[in-house]
T-cell receptor, first 113, second 113 residues
Framework: KAGVTQTPRYLIKTRGQQVTLSCSPI?????VSWYQQTPGQGLQFLFE???????NKGNFPGRFSGRQFSNSRSEMNVSTLELGDSALYLC????????????FGPGTRLTVT | DQQVKQNSPSLSVQEGRISILNCDYT??????FLWYKKYPAEGPTFLIS?????DKNEDGRFTVFLNKSAKHLSLHIVPSQPGDSAVYFC????????????FGGGTRLMVKP
C-alpha cells in the first residue's frame, strides 16, 4: 500500500497570508490527524478528522482549521499566518479511531517570513 | 505541563551494543504507548507499541518495557546498528485521554561504527 502523502512538501509564505496543506491517507484508513512540529514545542496535536467530522482538537487558535472529504483526504488551513507558525506540519492516518497506531506522512515544511 | 517526558536529549552507543531509551509519563489515563523513529525532513516512522495490560512487547531487535506503577517505559535496541541513528519519540494515547498521540520531546540516538 502507498503511504501517507502530503503536498506541498515545502512552502514559503508571508505574514498575514493564509495557507492550505493537503494530505492523502493510506488507502482504507478513515482517520486523519494533523500535528505540528517545532524546535521549541516538539510534536503537538492539532486535530483529528474521522468520517468528515472533526473528532478532537488540540490547543491551537481558531486560525488553524481543517476538513476531511468523503474519500478521507484531508486539508488543513492556517489563516493570518504568523512567524511562529513556521513548522513542520505532519499528517497521520489510521484505520479507524479504535486503533492507536498512526502512520505519518513526510510532512510539509512551512516557512513564514 | 509535559505529560510525556524523555529526559535524555541524546544518547551515544557503540555499534553492536544495547541502546536503551527511556520515557516517563504522568497522565494515568494513558493506556497505550508507542515508539516512533524520525530522520530529518521525514515524518515519524512507527516502530513498536505496547498496551498497558502488558509489561513487555518484542519485535525483532526492538523491545519495549512498560512499568505502570512507575509510569515509565523504555525501548531497548539490540544489537544497535549505525542505521538506527535517528531521533526516537515515545508517544502515549488512550480512549480516556482523547485518543490522540501525546509525544515526548525525543531522544537523539547516535550509533557509532
Amino acid at each position: 500500500k502507498a503511504g501517507v502523502t502530503q503536498t506541498p512538501r515545502y512552502l514559503i509564505k508571508t505574514r498575514g497570508q493564509q495557507v492550505t496543506l493537503s494530505c492523502s491517507p493510506i488507502s482504507g484508513h478513515r482517520s486523519v490527524s494533523w500535528y505540528q512540529q517545532t524546535p521549541g514545542q516538539g510534536l503537538q496535536f492539532l486535530f483529528e478528522y474521522f468520517s468528515e467530522t472533526q473528532r478532537n482538537k488540540g490547543n491551537f487558535p481558531g486560525r488553524f482549521s481543517g476538513r476531511q472529504f468523503s474519500n478521507s483526504r484531508s486539508e488543513m488551513n492556517v489563516s493570518t499566518l504568523e512567524l511562529g507558525d513556521s513548522a513542520l506540519y505532519l499528517c497521520a492516518s489510521r484505520e479507524w479511531r479504535g486503533t492507536y497506531e498512526q502512520y505519518f506522512g513526510p510532512g510539509t515544511r512551512l516557512t513564514v517570513t | 505541563d509535559q505529560q510525556v517526558k524523555q529526559n535524555s536529549p541524546s544518547l551515544s552507543v557503540q555499534e553492536g551494543r544495547i541502546s536503551i531509551l527511556n520515557c516517563d509519563y504522568t497522565n494515568s489515563m494513558f493506556d497505550y504507548f508507542l515508539w516512533y523513529k524520525k530522520y530529518p525532513a521525514e515524518g515519524p516512522t512507527f516502530l513498536i507499541s505496547i498496551s498497558s495490560i502488558k509489561d513487555k512487547n518484542e519485535d525483532g531487535r526492538f523491545t519495549v518495557f512498560l512499568n505502570k506503577s512507575a509510569k515509565h517505559l523504555s525501548l531497548h535496541i539490540v544489537p544497535s546498528q549505525p542505521g538506527d541513528s535517528a531521533v526516537y519519540f515515545c508517544a502515549a494515547s488512550g480512549n480516556n485521554a482523547g485518543n490522540m498521540l501525546t509525544f515526548g520531546g525525543g531522544t537523539r540516538l547516535m550509533v557509532k561504527p
